[in-house]
């Protein structure tokens, strides 16, 4: 037990930070991370040790907030309403560089929430948590080749969001 208190206090912070980036509701994210812990300790006899224990708890928060997010049957933008055309990221970039670091990160944060929740988590993961790709792989249960591919689509998904965004701010203040 004192072992399995250190886990949770050790891992319970990103987890809570998972489930909260797929939920986006703290009291659900940390009723998952809650049942998480608590599936963890009674399946631990199943862990394999094919990862590390992290990969395989966060593996466990990641499945459980995403059937939540399932029973509320939320909607997302499928690949093919992003648009096909060529993406600018450069001008993104230019324009994101006139923003203040605070204006920034709020824009970014309001467009990462606007994606769907395996896209939002995957460029989460990858970017804030510095996860390599292969332990996004194993969190999410996506192939280690399409974590790459889902990568650049939810960052264009991304870009259309900052763009949409954007668009949006300048127009009110005009």
């Not at 998952?32 to 599936?39: D, G, I, L, T, Y």
């Amino acid at each position: 037990m004192d072992a399995f208190s250190w886990l949770i206090d050790r891992y319970k912070p990103m987890a809570y930070s998972l489930a909260l980036r797929i939920l986006k509701n703290r009291e659900e994210a940390e009723e998952v991370v809650q049942e998480s812990f608590v599936k963890a300790f009674l399946s631990i006899s199943r862990f394999r040790e094919e990862s590390s224990f992290s990969t395989w708890l966060f593996r466990i928060v990641y499945n459980s907030s995403i059937s939540v997010t399932r029973k509320k049957k939320r909607e997302s933008v499928p690949i093919e309403q992003v648009g096909e055309g060529r993406v600018d990221f450069v001008e993104l970039d230019d324009a994101l560089k006139q923003l203040s670091d605070k204006e920034r990160r709020a824009y970014i944060h309001k467009a990462l929430h606007r994606l769907d929740e395996t896209d939002f988590t995957i460029l989460s993961l990858f970017y804030y948590e510095d996860k390599p790709l292969k332990e996004v792989s194993k969190i999410t249960g996506i192939k280690y080749s399409y974590v790459k591919i889902r990568i650049q689509r939810a960052r264009k998904k991304l870009y259309h969001e900052l763009k949409t965004l954007m668009k949006s701010e300048i127009y009110d203040l005009l």
